[in-house]
């Protein structure tokens, strides 16, 4: 693994192809909190919204969208649509950097932050 990911383009360890799929309102479980999740839709349909139900709120999730999240903090799902639709996902998960040693960043706090007066 530690030889593929040395010539790996990308910071995100997982690519999902899904094609005309309904999902349902899920947590993503492999991430962590601080890393924003992009999902990308593309297609020839009409009036899908998805879903974050952790915040009360329905996003328009038109063809060419990309919306970014944090998997693991926010309920999200997305419904059905009558023509054709497809999304790509990209995650980054925790245990693939575990096994190449990538030390773990937590949240920044706004103590951290230094203040020149």
Not at 17 to 45: A, I
Not at 86 to 108: E, L, P, R, T
Request: glycine content about 6%; overall charge negative.
């Amino acid at each position: 693994m530690q030889l593929a990911l040395a010539i790996w383009p990308s910071v995100y360890s997982i690519a999902s192809v899904m094609v005309n799929q309904v999902s349902t309102m899920h947590l993503d479980s492999n991430s962590r909190p601080q890393w924003l999740d992009p999902l990308v839709t593309v297609g020839e349909y009409e009036e899908l919204d998805m879903v974050l139900s952790s915040l009360g709120i329905q996003l328009r999730y038109n063809p060419g969208m990309v919306v970014a999240l944090p998997g693991p903090l926010l309920h999200h799902g997305v419904g059905h649509v009558t023509r054709n639709r497809g999304s790509i996902a990209f995650y980054m998960w925790q245990s693939v950097h575990k096994h190449v040693d990538i030390v773990q960043c937590n949240f920044m706090h706004v103590s951290q932050v230094p203040i020149d007066c």
